[in-house]
């Protein structure tokens, strides 16, 4: 079968390949992929980032946003059907350690991951347990379908601690998931938001998902634009996307007393903050990390359902999974905003 794979540990050498079909196991289901989309994790594994090298054993297919068509099912399986069309949950839990039981499954001691610990969604098959295959209505086309799993985590951020209704938002960095995230905040009743990017076709992307405000960091003080958004006050909630550490900085000085932060993403360097700050301003910093399972992911898929939120501009460029290592490129260039890979 036609499969996307890492094929040599080195930056790149990612390609297409001719790979054998997947076999079904006990608890697994079989799915016929029909989209798929490259996130920052593949792209990090494509360019051979040093936190990826110990993680992948090569050959491995790609890819863990991805969306098909149960085709076969194995035994022990239950509440799966053949024919039903499914989205992929990138965290393969274990089920019975101390997070997973305490209902934190997507921190589980034991974490697996398509397209790294197993083979993953760029492939014409792929074999998952199927605990990590999730249903998705009619109406939400196969290009949206291969996107529930990163906007799951924008939900998540959206709702995590006090939640974004009625609030004052700042989004920093609007990437994929940073754009879902003004969407998602917008759907879930923020007051007001301000996204923030340097990037101008981001930006009027973010304006239409439903930023109120939008600031390019280069050109405009961030924390300027967040409490004049504020009557002097500053933001009541800031979800931090940008990985930079002057993005991070500009964040901080943007928060009214008792703000939530909200990290999605860090410098990638240790990065000294004023502790002390936080204490007199009363700041919490929250780790966001994938999606709780499954309130975030269902959330989503109703938001997407109802038409509260459309992704479909985010989908750029669509590619057959034949020409994958395009979208790579895409990427790397700057060209790109979600590459997603149909089947064809």
């Not at 040093?50 to 491995?60: E, K, L």
């Not at 610990?117 to 290009?143: H, M, T």
């Not at 009363?282 to 709780?292: A, E, L, N, P, Q």
Request: glycine share 12%.
């Amino acid at each position: 079968m036609l499969a996307v794979a890492k094929i040599k540990q080195a930056e790149a050498s990612v390609g297409v390949i001719d790979a054998p079909s997947p076999t079904v196991g006990p608890g697994h289901v079989l799915i016929q992929i029909t989209a798929a989309g490259i996130c920052g994790t593949d792209m990090a594994i494509y360019n051979w980032a040093p936190r990826m090298q110990s993680r992948i054993d090569v050959p491995r297919i790609l890819g863990h946003e991805a969306t098909g068509k149960v085709i076969r099912i194995g035994s022990g399986v239950h509440g799966l059907e053949v024919g039903d069309r499914v989205s992929l949950e990138s965290h393969i839990f274990c089920g019975i350690c101390y997070y997973c039981r305490r209902g934190d499954a997507h921190l589980c001691e034991h974490l697996g991951y398509p397209g790294i610990s197993i083979d993953g969604g760029f492939a014409e098959l792929v074999s998952v347990p199927a605990q990590i295959a999730r249903v998705v209505p009619e109406n939400i086309d196969d290009k949206t379908a291969a996107m529930i799993e990163p906007f799951g985590i924008a939900v998540h951020a959206c709702m995590s601690q006090r939640g974004t209704a009625g609030k004052t938002v700042l989004v920093n960095g609007c990437g994929p998931i940073g754009l879902m995230t003004v969407a998602a905040a917008k759907a879930l009743g923020a007051r007001r938001i301000l996204a923030v990017d340097p990037n101008p076709i981001r930006l009027a992307l973010a304006k239409e998902f439903g930023a109120d405000e939008i600031v390019d960091p280069t050109s405009i003080d961030v924390s300027t634009a967040a409490k004049g958004m504020t009557g002097g006050y500053g933001v009541e909630v800031a979800i931090e996307y940008s990985g930079v550490a002057s993005g991070l900085d500009s964040v901080l000085a943007s928060l009214e007393r008792m703000a939530d932060l909200r990290l999605v993403a860090g410098p990638t360097h240790p990065h000294a903050i004023d502790v002390n700050a936080l204490l007199r301003t009363g700041v919490s910093i929250y780790g966001i990390h994938g999606r709780r399972l499954w309130q975030d992911w269902d959330l989503g898929v109703k938001l997407l359902e109802e038409r509260k939120v459309d992704l479909s501009a985010l989908a750029d460029p669509v590619l057959p999974m034949s020409r994958a290592v395009e979208g790579f490129e895409a990427v790397n260039s700057g060209r790109a905003l979600k590459p997603i890979l149909l089947n064809q």
